[in-house]
């Protein structure tokens, strides 16, 4: 019984279920763009994270906005956001990074790395949202289970 206990307990860890497997990618395909999200389902708290979002144009875009809750980083601490946007603010209930224009078929990756403070317990959840400055254009769910 003591193998078997030792076992799983062994095994358990490999299969990603208490954190550390691989990123799932979200994406919303709109007429106007295309938006991928990249970051952890699972993670342990302490742990640093990366999340990354690819934007591409399908159309001319005047103001390529990527916007966040604040309930999506609670109790995270966001060490890095590359590249940095032209200008950031809230307003509407989101964080807004502008980016600028981008021109059909132009990409916009970003990388956002953070780190998960010890208060946040079970996990938060929220959008990432593309605008095209004020206009909505696609929205991403995204959740993340935090085990301590």
Same mark, same amino acid.
């Given at each position: @019984?003591? !193998?078997?206990?030792?076992? +799983? !307990?062994?095994?358990?860890? @490999?299969?990603? !279920?208490?954190?550390?497997?691989?990123?799932? +990618?979200?994406? $919303?395909?709109?007429?106007?763009?295309?938006?991928?999200?990249?970051?952890?389902?699972?993670?342990?708290?302490?742990?640093?994270?990366?999340? %990354? %979002? %690819?934007?591409?144009?399908?159309?001319? @875009?005047?103001?390529? =906005?990527?916007?966040?809750?604040?309930?999506?980083? #609670?109790? @995270? &601490?966001?060490?890095?956001?590359?590249? $940095?946007?032209?200008?950031? /603010?809230? #307003?509407?209930? *989101?964080?807004?990074?502008?980016?600028?224009?981008?021109?059909?078929?132009? #990409?916009? /990756? &970003?990388?956002?790395?953070?780190?998960?403070?010890?208060?946040? &317990? *079970?996990?938060?959840?929220?959008? =990432? =949202?593309? !605008?095209?400055? /004020?206009?909505?254009?696609?929205?991403?769910? %995204?959740?993340?289970?935090?085990?301590?």
């Amino acid at each position: @019984m003591a !193998l078997l206990l030792l076992g +799983v !307990l062994l095994i358990l860890p @490999m299969t990603g !279920l208490l954190g550390g497997a691989r990123s799932p +990618v979200t994406r $919303a395909v709109t007429p106007s763009a295309t938006l991928t999200v990249k970051t952890p389902q699972t993670l342990r708290s302490g742990l640093f994270f990366e999340t %990354v %979002v %690819v934007v591409q144009a399908r159309r001319p @875009m005047a103001d390529a =906005v990527i916007a966040f809750p604040p309930a999506l980083w #609670r109790d @995270m &601490t966001i060490n890095t956001q590359l590249p $940095a946007a032209e200008s950031e /603010e809230y #307003r509407d209930g *989101l964080w807004r990074f502008h980016y600028g224009p981008l021109k059909p078929g132009e #990409r916009l /990756e &970003t990388k956002v790395d953070g780190q998960i403070n010890p208060p946040l &317990t *079970l996990g938060t959840r929220g959008e =990432v =949202v593309l !605008l095209d400055g /004020e206009r909505p254009l696609a929205r991403v769910p %995204v959740a993340t289970r935090v085990l301590p």
